[in-house]
């Protein structure tokens, strides 16, 4: 027997045991918030490890028969019934004011404590109980923008799970044609970027000798993927995705290809949202590559634009007025003339919108380029007439990028990135900007504020 | 190449692109507390994946170098420069009292974290961070009785070793004869209850059909045991040890055998002392074996008193100085006589000392029954000369005793235990109490107090 | 890196080093079975390993860029170049013959073997050299009927297949949902009995609890399976296979199933023809899931009966001709009154056609009845329209039966249909034989010649 | 369950039922060749699977309780009662005299092939059958110098070990400190070179990174290796076994190595001798290196010279005369005059032990030389006082030697040996050769017959 599976079994032996002794017959109530709330109290005070596990398994099981609206009441109840001992903390308090020293600030510290992250510590020991969780902040997100009043809710919740998903605990896994199946069909499933269709569809994706993907796996949740990319292995930076995915294509020696190219990056959990682990897998995978393919030079990506289209139908420049009529005709990419003086309309804009736009707040507005130039790639080319399928030219007018990852400039890359938004780009990407808007070239140079667009 | 050893690998490769770009060649400067004190704050301020990997390498690597004076200095260093920064928290204490809710108490609680905290989670990410972190407990901990004062210290490393040796992080393995010989010299060494002398020793206790062993092992500490029991099959509980170490017994079949024996238990890491797996340990394993062998139906320990004599020797009752008077001589247990006179006594008094005698804050005495009883085991017999070895002399006067698993006990045994530290025993070991102090069965009844002892 | 890619991969450059000393350079001759006969006659001679492995492997490649012809001239070449050395053979017979002794008799044996067998040997030294031998079986097999002079090149064939496919290096694995991708598009390929059609067909024959599937694979075929039995646990025995292949279906909790159908067995290579692996998987399959599920008390089989219809249409008896009146027009077995009629003659001739029907030689007709009775199981039962199915109904009239495995009487019913053909049935199907012709039930008592049927 | 441990339990199962069914109930008759005999004729006309495989149990668990003249009697028996049926053999021989064609001279093939080989065929398939004949043929070997008239028996042990042990089925290991302790064991007991004394000297020889040992395992053996060889990697050739075994050395960085040196090679079964491994093992670890240290340019033995001293003593010449009067006092070697004058001589007298001495049928007459040549390596360097231990003092007069493996030229080295006995060596080891003695560089020119020495 398997020993994750034994140990599962374990679990649920101890469980068995305690709801016996706790007759914890299910059914006996019916489940609601108020039900569950009553249990997590329980649990909270149980103080033998059958029965702390028999009552987590409970809670988590008749969780899962939850409603819609028995969810969300089960929220509040986390956010009403969980949250700090207030009286605790005001002795606390009263205690650190009256001798502020190392001591008393940790009782504080302790007392502080929402009981939410005691309480789901315990749940996470219930047989499968940490997949529950990941479930349970799914639909707790799924919320936030309806009931911002939970996001303290969630402060426990990614605090916790940030610890237990440590990125020393993750397993990076090559998948390919001879992947269990049961994997393979959570990449079909989980693929959000170039959307695969069918089994053959995905085995063009990772059988050939020129195209890998990776994945990263935590011991807790088993086959279950975290985030996966796609990489092809060419010759040359891509220009376009159909070259990569097109059906019948010339294969490339692995040994004589030159470059690797990131194409598609998939979170796999919307419940582990904001938990990073894309930066740490696209660097292992740079260094897997490199190590077991001496030829390789280049890393780069091919990615979309996906904010591109909305900034620019926000604009008022000249520009963007003429952009807009250029592109107007549905057929705007089929027509030879239009197509070239629209590109170059584009190509600037996208220059400006990469490297001078920003929020209100100061950052990128892509949300791709933020990761990518988060991690300390830089912005290498942009392309015109990359993706040509309905969803791009709704989103990009058709653009796509590459960025480029090169190790030796990771780090200071990232370094202004994270301190000054500065946007690392190739010279001829920052050439793209109109003539009246060409600044200086080092990035950091910038005046303050300048980056911020109206 | 393992994926383990490729991920040390990665961020090996990781740091040494920090170490380079951050000028953090080793050497340039005296390794001193006070100059780790510098890197650990720069390692706090740095943003940078690389950099942050670099310098907590670094700052282990140069730990490692330290003499015992550098090692304390250090401790103190993180005592005294890494606590709670009082300015942020008094600030937050303000706000958390002008409007005390939960938004500002988990504000007050993140102010109230110790930097310390954050800093040992930076280190964990280290190549190895996690080993040289048990190693840096270790050294803390053997100061602790010197130096009280870095209890404060400590908590902090105990929290957070608790939640990243998380048992459900924690595999279980058999070990036996075709277990690699790395790990199997570590059992040799840490082996702490009965020694064993060479690998022939070792090849009795692991070998043979009816000895089992078994470990518990974490995926970052590699091939390092973190606590692992030795059991025999028998079809009796054992009297002594020495009928289960005799190098020359009958073999039992397994299938014939109805006893697991537990006869010892060995924490293998001094710097995870007080995170327990040994409860945990004990029940995987009984669950393991009832699977395995249906024809098990006892799971007793043969365990040490190692508290007994130091006890008796504190005592000044009559039959007390009985007993000391019997065992003067050293060879009182080689004449019969003596021997069967001395026997009856120290049986009285060592129920005595398992069921009535108490520390001054209540507890039981014996460290091991306070963690088999605490465990939700039942004191079953009291063993005379159950090990006449030198040690087992001087701290029990040979006794021996065993304690009972039995699973639907456990969690009542425990919690009875756990809340008034009340002791599950078998009646023939209650009735081994002197007629006077014959007190209600049921232990739980017990007038509050009662088990105060002179 | 895998030890077999790493074992290929030495071969390889072993071969390369010997392509290069022996100006092996492919393309340098026109690829004929003449170049192949010259080569193959290098090979038998070359005394270096590193010319040998070059030889061998060139040998293979150019046999797989042979065309239909060139391969049959190839087999001719086998045929009429690598026979025994008659010359060598006719002084091992005069020795034999002037001293008869066992030493003049080895070296007769050895005199004896036709050349074809060592280059078959050195042939199988090559990377990947057993697939492709069991790929030239193939391609041999097929010209058999065509070309009945090569039956003794393929009595070399089976002879060194048969040792290298020795039962002793097959590895039985259990088919799941898990299973690589690779593997199971295999299956897929590979099923003979019920065609899985898509991937989804394919889960739900291989996911759920109550569905099985096993295959044995060999260690220098890697990944490609010599045969499978696909298992279905349920509570009885069943009638049809439509019930077993439901897209819907109530499911079988494992340890609730009391029965274990083997409804489809598949030989994967064809090239390995003859070389028989069912017999022992379905034994070890059977004491494998004996072991998993001790609920499970029978074992049976739901078996097509692919000789019935052509048998029965070679049949005068008026009950023959009846049975083809019956089910003249197609859609006899949708009209009940014709159905019912049409059954009962149906059974009594199926009853015949496995009782007591025998081809020329005596055989049983039925080549599934002959593995299955070989094997040692019983008829069990006739399930008149088991499958509807177009092909059953065309082969079978829509019969299936059942075989029941037990194993007590495996080994006494093997030798009884080895020795005399006495066919092991349940004492109801033996009633269906029309009155006439009841015979005594023990088929052990049939008088000798009694089986051979007209 | 381990898939191997199922196996085995299956084959017992079906064999355990075959023998009830055959009332094989050990302990009815004495054990005897006799009573063997019967039942080996038995096991010959078996037809089911569960009989065979009883018989055949049966057969191997009563041959292992034999006493050494109970089993010569039984290698009698099989030299005597199943060989050759001379009766069939003399019908073939006509019908082949009749119509010699290839068909006849395949049923000629068949008629003379002993009833042993399809004997020990069908006892290999008793559970751990494989293992117990390799033990009887090492019984057998020990006895062929007495008894040579069982040398025909053996040729039909050495033809089916030959089959069943086929390269294609070795699985190469590396054996290290964390390979299991139950083969590590036996890597001490069947260390044949350099013996190994305690789990510290072993440990020395697998543990450093600059000493690897690797062994060839066969997945019918399990855990039993059949022969390993220890590497040391070095920054040049080494001259004596002391500076490899030292307890104390310098360590290598494996990343700065030069030379991989073959300083042991150990068979480890004895029923298999003859079936050569080393060959292979060399190559295949060579190549391993190769590819994971491309630092590695050499590729060297350190070899015994295990019959220098024997002939010498057999020679009459000046010189040999001069050599055996200058070591003729025990401590030779340590007295600095001496030495030198003895090394002068005996360098000279090895040169022409390895370059021109033969034996009668003109081989080389050092076994380690043939094993090494033969394999393609050439003989490199001739190192006086190698090793100092009394053995080879007494074998060599202390001499060792280096082998060194050459990729490009193993080939034609070995070519050249196996067609001419043409010694491959360097021109310094050919300079040694006393002047007179000087022959042309090249070895395949010398005149035939030269190297048939006196």
């Known amino acids: 027997m398997d020993r994750s599976l034994f140990f599962a079994d374990l679990l649920n032996t101890i469980a068995d045991r305690g709801r016996m002794m706790l007759n914890l017959v299910r059914g006996d109530e019916p489940v609601s918030a108020d039900s569950l709330a009553r249990l997590c109290t329980r649990l909270l005070s149980s103080q033998g490890e059958a029965s702390g596990v028999a009552y987590a398994r409970e809670i988590l099981e008749r969780w899962r028969t939850l409603d819609a609206d028995g969810r969300l009441a089960f929220l509040h109840v986390l956010r009403d019934r969980f949250g700090t001992d207030h009286g605790r903390l005001a002795d606390a308090v009263d205690a650190y004011r009256d001798a502020p020293d190392d ?23 219930a047989p499968g109980g940490i997949e529950t969780l990941v479930r349970m902040r799914e639909d707790l997100l799924a919320r936030l923008t309806t009931s911002p009043d939970l996001a303290i809710v969630d402060a426990d919740f990614t605090h916790l799970l940030s610890s237990w998903f440590n990125r020393g605990f993750l397993v990076l896994r090559r998948i390919d044609w001879s992947t269990p199946a049961n994997i393979l069909e959570k990449i079909i499933r989980y693929e959000a970027v170039h959307a695969i269709h069918t089994w053959d569809d995905l085995r063009r994706r990772i059988e050939p000798d020129d195209r890998l993907c990776y ?3 935590h011991p807790q949740l088993g086959d279950e993927p975290l985030i996966f990319v796609e990489v092809a292995l060419t010759r040359a930076m891509p220009l376009t995705i159909a070259e990569l995915l097109a059906d019948e294509r010339p294969p490339v020696q692995p040994r004589q290809a030159t470059t690797a190219v990131f194409y598609s990056i998939s979170n796999c959990q919307e419940g582990l949202r904001g938990i990073s682990f894309g930066n740490f897998l696209i660097k292992q995978v740079v260094e897997d590559l490199r190590r077991d393919l001496p030829g390789l030079t280049d890393f780069v990506t091919l990615s979309p634009v996906p904010g591109f289209a909305r900034w620019l139908a926000e604009q008022a420049s000249p520009s963007a007025a ?9 057929g705007w990419h089929a027509d030879a003339a239009q197509r070239d003086r629209a590109g170059e309309v584009l190509l600037a804009l996208a220059a400006q919108y990469f490297l001078e736009a920003r929020t209100t707040s100061g950052k990128v507005i892509d949300s791709v ?15 015109l007439f990359g993706d040509l399928s309905p969803r791009a030219l709704r989103q990009a007018h058709g653009l796509m990028v590459n960025y480029r990852y090169k190790l ?11 301190a000054k938004n500065d946007v690392a780009a190739a010279p001829t990407v920052r050439r793209l900007l109109p003539k009246a808007a060409v600044r200086p070239a080092a ?3 910038l005046p303050p504020g300048r980056s911020a667009q109206p």
């Open 103 to 125: 001591h008393t600030a940790l009782a504080l510290h302790d007392a502080a404590e929402p009981a939410r992250q005691e309480l789901l510590r315990r749940l996470n020991l």
């Open 215 to 217: 994945a990263f796996f």
């Open 322 to 330: 003429e952009a807009q009529n250029l592109i107007a005709n549905e």
């Open 369 to 383: 380029a933020r990761f990518h130039l988060g991690n300390g790639a830089r912005l290498e080319r942009i392309n």
């Open 408 to 418: 030796d400039d990771i780090e200071k890359n990232h370094e202004l990135f994270a």
């Open 443 to 445: 990035p950091q140079l």
